[in-house]
């Protein structure tokens, strides 16, 4: 995974919404999964969230299905993800990266060690 640049992160009260924001390029592959992964406080490893890839399929996690939307916006090089009906479990750094020669469902599984990673965006939901 190739981590890219997220934002739109904050604090929010259960049941609200929130959307972050990725920025996808400058990245070239032809075959790729790209989307969300997070990673709670006090985990060590993250997890797949919400994944998008090149033929267009998704692949959400269970948990948030049915509440957690990506998309991408290619005029904008912006990949999104719109969070609705947030629960405090949510609470976790978001992490936007680009899964080269993956499907979204192979990228999904993927459980990420991210020390060494940079910056990604926090999520906090109070009940």
């Known amino acids: 995974q190739v981590q890219l640049v997220a934002s739109g992160g904050g604090s929010v009260q259960a049941g609200g919404s929130m959307r972050l924001s990725c920025a996808t390029s400058?990245?070239?592959?032809?075959?790729?999964?790209v989307g969300w992964y997070r990673q709670a406080p006090g985990k060590g490893h993250g997890e797949g969230v919400a994944?998008?890839?090149?033929?267009?399929?998704?692949s959400y996690r269970d948990s948030v299905k049915g509440r957690f939307t990506v998309s991408e916006d290619n005029a904008k090089n912006t990949l999104y993800l719109q969070m609705n009906s947030l629960k405090p479990d949510d609470t976790a750094m978001y992490y936007c990266a680009v899964a080269p020669s993956m499907t979204a469902q192979q990228a999904l599984g993927v459980n990420i060690d991210f020390s060494g990673w940079g910056q990604g965006t926090q999520v906090t939901v109070s009940s």
């Open positions: 994944l998008m890839d090149s033929d267009g399929l998704t």
């Open positions: 400058p990245h070239t592959y032809t075959v790729y999964a």
